[in-house]
């Protein structure tokens, strides 16, 4: 019987998704090796603070703060200390030994991806990073080896837990959304700075990723026009609840073509109405779901845990497995192709439906004046729901429209508003959001 080969793992970090991927990395060992075709040893752990209590227990041997050395002798790195230094320089010093990556640092490669394919691709080496987003879901790969041959068209992702939690909350409870964020850090969804996931940074950084897969194009973070979710009001989400729509955090990616047939990718995340109906709807609580239009194969939805040391540790395996099998078995291995070159379209340049909100004077001729206005910015009106509100103590009335459009470019709704609101029966436009899915 021939020996198996060892290849040496070196591990980065043993927080909450490190430990998991350690202890899986001892428990599972045979099961992996069968898997891989090689045993994967477990050659050292670097941490900060080797003596600090760890979720799981570990052979004391194992933890070290020399991380430099670790990553030097190994055959493949996980990284999974977070942060942009030192997590880029040890990738960095990885490839250039020859040394395969996984890594779950969406941060990272939000900001410095670029440099790190082409080291890898230079090195010929595989740079992985499945759990960077949507945790577990298996996402990145369907999107790259699955759908390979087929085109993309859009991309719309529940890719941040913290929001879903937050909006879901603000929906079913009725609550406002400082009061469903507190709830959020209580129960352990929100971070104590929550910053980066309300303002919609971290599914801007995966939105960025899931745009390149898609369409073959590297794009940056400063690709992606992010708005977050704190200016959506629980008066927001109750009039969407009327109208038959559920507000999301959405990261969309989707191919564009003007009236000449240029494309161009719209990259943006921003609270998005979706009719209640739609399968991204009911994605409750901390859950993550990408949902996928491609030429041929349709609509396709993937559905799972975005976060938790243990649903993110299996991304990280299944990474860590492929990346050792091609080490076995030889062969450039997969490599992501960069040959779709269409650019990055401004935020002006997005396609979507719209709801708007407005109080209005209810006088003869109000309706007729509204829709002659979208009509000449080349709006046109899907829907527009009245509700008359009388003052039980005079004969004045007011009203509450709701409007929701046909696809229009965002510069020409931004310009309907602006002359909307130049009307003197408008009282006020209560909210403009954007709508997928109808
Ligand atoms: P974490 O709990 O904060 O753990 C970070 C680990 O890295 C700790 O063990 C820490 O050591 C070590 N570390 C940090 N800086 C270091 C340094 N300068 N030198 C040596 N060790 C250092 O982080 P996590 O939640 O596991 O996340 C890890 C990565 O996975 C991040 O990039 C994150 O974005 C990504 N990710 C996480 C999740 C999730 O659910 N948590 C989901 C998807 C992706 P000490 O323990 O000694 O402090």
Not at 61 to 86: H, Q, R
């Amino acid at each position: 019987m021939t020996q198996m080969r060892t290849l040496k793992v070196a591990l980065l970090g043993c927080g909450n998704v490190g430990a998991q991927v350690a202890r899986i990395l001892i428990d599972d060992a045979d099961a992996l090796a069968s898997r891989t075709g090689a045993r994967l040893e477990l050659s050292g752990i670097a941490v900060r603070t080797p003596d600090a209590r760890r979720d799981v227990e570990l052979p004391a041997d194992l933890l070290t703060t020399d991380a430099e050395s670790l990553v030097k002798d190994a055959d493949l790195v996980i990284e999974l200390m977070g942060g942009i230094e030192p997590a880029r320089s040890l990738i960095l010093t990885a490839i250039r030994h020859g040394a395969s990556v996984v890594t779950g640092n969406k941060a990272l490669l939000a900001q410095d991806g670029p440099t790190l394919y082409e080291e890898a691709d230079k090195a010929g080496v595989q740079l992985s990073y499945e759990a960077a987003v949507a945790g577990a879901i298996p996402i990145l790969r369907p999107i790259r080896d699955s759908l390979s041959g087929d085109r993309i068209t859009r991309v719309l992702g529940i890719v941040n837990g913290t929001t879903n939690f937050i909006l879901d909350q603000m929906d079913s409870t009725g609550a406002q959304f400082a009061d469903a964020l507190a709830e959020a850090q209580r129960l352990g969804y929100a971070e104590a700075d929550p910053t980066a996931d309300v303002e919609g940074l971290d599914a801007a950084a995966k939105a960025a990723i899931l745009a390149s897969l898609s369409f073959h194009t590297r794009f940056a973070l400063e690709d992606v026009y992010c708005e977050g979710i704190t200016g959506v009001t629980a008066a927001d989400i109750a009039a969407a609840k009327d109208a038959g729509f559920v507000i999301k955090l959405l990261a969309i990616a989707e191919k564009l073509s003007d009236s000449e047939g240029n494309e161009g990718v719209s990259v943006r995340v921003h609270p998005t109405l979706l009719p209640r109906e739609h399968p991204l709807a009911a994605v409750h609580g901390a859950f993550n779901a990408v949902f996928i239009e491609a030429e041929n194969a349709g609509e396709l939805m993937f559905y799972g845990q975005g976060a938790g040391g243990t649903p993110t540790a299996s991304a990280v395996l299944g990474d860590l497995v492929s990346a050792a099998r091609r080490i076995v078995l030889g062969g450039p291995g997969r490599t992501e192709t960069t040959t779709g070159h269409v650019p990055a379209l401004p935020i002006d340049a997005a396609v979507t439906s719209y709801y708007i909100g407005l109080d209005v004077a209810d006088q003869p001729g109000v309706l007729a004046r509204i829709a002659q206005l979208f009509a000449e910015h080349g709006v046109s009106i899907e829907t527009m729901r009245q509700t008359v509100h009388r003052e039980p103590s005079s004969p004045a009335t007011s009203a509450e429209l709701r409007i929701v459009t046909h696809r229009a470019s965002e510069a020409a709704l931004a310009a309907t508003v602006q002359a909307v609101k130049g009307l003197d029966v408008i009282t006020s436009v209560t909210s403009v959001l954007r709508v997928e899915g109808v």
